[in-house]
């Protein structure tokens, strides 16, 4: 029966309506509780994070640097977002860096709409894959959110890379 809730959330997964989505995470969590219908939408956004690689690691040019690499591999070319445009760089040093971003992100959105808390969403289902794709960069990198500098509380979402020893 599971099977079924997990097919049918990475479906709407894959169709990038996220407020759908999120209908469907409160609809099936009914059946099957909510944290289940969460633990099956952060597997599906780490097997799409984790395919991405997958096909376009060995393909960008690394710059010797695991922290530059993290933000240019997943801030920049996988979301697509980058700084002063769609946020902004706090610190920077050889071994951690700080982004407040305010970007557009369908997640908020849809969590503002349904009444969802984003820090326990994004904690849930976001942190996880986050962490595995830098991990696969360089296993040595480290991803944490700052979850009480979160949009909609804070106008930003605070994110640390560190590059551990």
């Not at 599906?44 to 695991?66: F, M, S």
């Not at 849809?110 to 991990?135: M, N, W």
């Amino acid at each position: 029966m599971s099977d079924r809730y997990y097919q049918l959330i990475k479906e709407k997964h894959e169709s990038r309506d996220f407020i759908e989505l999120f209908q469907t995470i409160l609809s099936v969590s009914n059946e099957i509780g909510f944290d289940k219908a969460l633990e099956y939408l952060e597997k599906c956004v780490i097997e799409k994070r984790i395919a991405w690689l997958n096909e376009n690691l060995n393909k960008i040019e690394k710059t010797g640097n695991p922290i530059d690499d993290a933000y240019k591999i997943f801030y920049e070319i996988y979301l697509g977002i980058s700084a002063p445009k769609d946020g902004e760089i706090v610190e920077k040093t050889k071994k951690k860096l700080i982004t407040r971003w305010w970007n557009h992100c369908p997640v908020l959105e849809a969590c503002k709409r349904l009444g969802l808390d984003t820090r326990e969403i994004c904690k849930k289902v976001y942190h996880k894959p986050t962490q595995l794709f830098l991990s696969k960069i360089n296993p040595k990198l480290k991803f944490d959110r700052n979850y009480s500098h979160i949009r909609p509380y804070v106008p930003y979402c605070e994110e640390i890379i560190t590059l551990e020893e």
